[in-house]
């Protein structure tokens, strides 16, 4: 006989373990913030925009080409910008304990499509220092750059400033304790679930059915101590009268 289970049954279920479910709730968001504010190391984000101009020249105009030319390039500024040659130079004025590859891994370039525009993003453990290594590689990148291709053609539109009491990127304490909710409820019914199925003991009428395939003709009630002394003082009162 195939075995079906019903709404019913599954919001019964839900029902029954209720508070296994809130307890799996309330335990994962509690180790979520734990983890969250006491053990993750906040890191802090810096950044700062670089604009690729055209080169120096003697021409006053500026073509579509040359915009188009200049947004081709800007990949192999971004490569440039991550190498040794760049941020030796930034880790040796920062006089930073990284090695320039631990130092490149915190940088982060983008740019927008048909942008002239550089997006240079330093994630650190110290905000401030993080508005360093920005700004340093900038303008390192401004300088050097000039012997590097030949050119002279970025400038620094917006230096990196974290303010006076910058708030960490990560991690997120309020996005990590929704997540564990989420999940911690789903463990939750989960394992009510999980339970339910490992019960096997007969507890209905409707359990003898489905095991045994056959319909019940009768019940035994259950007689509670208070109902058979009740019985037996009635007895015992009848036959005083007879």
């Keep these: 006989m195939e075995e079906t289970i019903s709404l019913q049954d599954l919001f019964a279920t839900l029902k029954k373990h209720i508070w296994l479910i809130v307890l799996s709730t309330v335990a994962a968001i509690t180790i979520a913030a734990i983890i969250s504010f006491l053990l993750l190391t906040p890191i802090y984000q810096a ?3 670089i604009l690729v101009n ?5 021409q ?59 997006t240079l993003t330093v994630q650190d453990e110290d905000p401030f220092r993080a508005e360093e290594i920005a700004n340093t590689t900038a303008e390192v990148f401004q300088q050097e750059i000039v ?14 400033n974290v303010g006076e009491n910058p708030s960490p990127v ?9 997540i564990a909710a989420v999940v911690g409820l789903m463990l939750g019914v989960g394992i009510a679930f ?16 489905d095991l045994t395939g056959y319909p019940v003709i009768g019940m035994i009630a259950t007689i ?12 015992t009162n009848r036959r005083r009268k007879v």
Excluded: C, F, H, W
């Excluded at 055209?54 to 003697?58: G, H, P, V």
């Excluded at 490569?79 to 982060?108: H, R």
């Excluded at 990560?170 to 929704?178: D, E, I, V, W, Y």
């Design 47 to 49: 950044s700062t925009q």
């Design 54 to 58: 055209q080169e120096k020249s003697e």
């Design 60 to 118: 006053t105009a500026i073509t579509a080409q040359d915009i188009q030319t200049n947004v081709q390039i800007i990949n192999t500024y971004n490569v440039i910008m991550k190498s040794a040659a760049i941020l030796g130079l930034v880790k040796e004025e920062l006089n930073l304990p990284e090695s320039t590859s631990q130092l490149s891994s915190k940088l982060t370039i983008s740019s927008e499509q048909n942008s002239q525009v550089i």
């Design 147 to 160: 012997d590097l291709m030949s050119v002279d053609n970025v400038n620094i539109l917006a230096p990196a």
């Design 170 to 178: 990560k991690p997120s304490p309020t996005l990590n304790m929704a």
């Design 194 to 209: 999980l339970l339910e199925y490992l019960d096997t003991t007969v507890k209905s009428t409707q359990d003898v059915e």
């Design 224 to 235: 509670s101590d208070k109902d058979l002394q009740s019985t037996r003082m009635q007895l």
